[in-house]
């Protein structure tokens, strides 16, 4: 094998580089131009609609559904603080008269 000197090496490595950045910007515009198409999807355009849309209708049932537990969660702990709150008194009270 017959060695290359330095400056033919540096010389083929920067056009690999160049023609390596060439090819990934065609791809990346190649791909932008399929997304502009709407090709991107392999659904129909009217399906995925349909689709984001039963998700959107989830994610508010969802949320809701939080929103009722996290009030529970709520009441509950307010109900064990009064219930805590009047064994205190009583206790309390117990203490007292004796």
Do not use: I, Y
């Amino acid at each position: 094998m017959a060695v290359l000197p330095q400056s033919e090496v540096n010389a083929r490595g920067c056009h690999a580089a160049v023609k390596a950045k060439k090819k990934f910007e065609n791809e990346e515009r190649r791909e932008a131009e399929r997304k502009a198409r709407g090709e991107h999807t392999w659904m129909l355009p009217e399906l995925d609609q349909r689709l984001q849309q039963m998700g959107q209708e989830h994610l508010v049932k969802s949320k809701k559904k939080k929103e009722k537990s996290k009030k529970k969660k709520k009441e509950k702990k307010k109900k064990e603080k009064k219930e805590k709150a009047k064994c205190q008194q009583q206790d309390g009270s117990a203490d007292s008269s004796e």
